[in-house]
């Protein structure tokens, strides 16, 4: 029961078609009044993370890795990617979904898999870019919030490279929010990152 459940190919919730019409449930919380269609959506959302980014990718690091490896500071930037646009940005999901944990396990196997890269990084367990998939996918695998989860995921890793003076990295030269190569090549990692094959994946985000 506790166990993260196996990336699927919905990570975000994002649409194969930018024309395709927002459900009431899509709709849930949206602050954007204007926003109709899935494109609609997406631009907003890109607009916010950029926004995010000036603010994440200074020339000096927003926070030290301790204080980057924490919960609160995790759901702080779920909030400063995602809280132009929807209400219940940056706060953890209560509903139980196809991927991810239990909700009521969120902030535990959170806190675990923060716990394990500051360890992983202290004692070298890995290279640098293989702890930031490593934190990338395991932070998808809790899927902590209703939405964003993946964009989420690829931030908070970025930004545990950049707080140690490495750049960030590439994921496919992509936002990964379409339906194209980059996107399929993506979710193939993943899946054999679920079966404990990362090679693909780290590649992929170097790429």
């Keep these: 029961m506790g166990r993260p459940r196996q990336v699927t190919p919905h ?3 994002e649409d194969a078609t930018a024309a395709t019409p927002l459900e009431d449930e899509d709709l849930d919380g949206l602050i954007p009044t204007h926003v109709a269609t899935r494109g609609d959506l997406n631009i907003v959302e890109q607009a916010n993370i950029e ?23 995790s759901t702080a930037v779920h909030r400063r990617m995602f809280g132009d646009v929807w209400r219940w940005a940056g706060k953890q999901r209560l ?21 394990d890269v500051q360890y992983w990084h202290e004692h070298e367990t890995y290279e640098a870019i293989e ?46 929010t379409t339906d194209d190569d980059a996107r399929h090549a993506y979710l193939d990692a993943l899946r054999a990152a679920d079966a404990g094959e990362l090679h693909a994946l780290i590649g992929f985000a170097s790429s």
């Design 11 to 13: 990570l975000d919730g």
């Design 51 to 73: 926004n995010a980014t000036r603010w994440a990718f200074r020339a000096r690091a927003v926070v030290q890795l301790d204080d980057l490896l924490t919960v609160s500071f």
């Design 95 to 115: 509903r139980e979904t196809n991927i991810g944990v239990d909700p009521i396990l969120i902030p535990t196997e959170t806190r675990v898999l923060l716990d």
């Design 131 to 176: 702890c930031a998939v490593r934190l990338h996918h395991r932070l998808v695998s809790v899927h902590p919030f209703r939405n964003g989860n993946g964009r989420h995921a690829r931030f908070m890793a970025d930004l545990y490279l950049h707080s140690i003076g490495l750049p960030r990295l590439n994921w496919g030269g992509s936002h990964l």
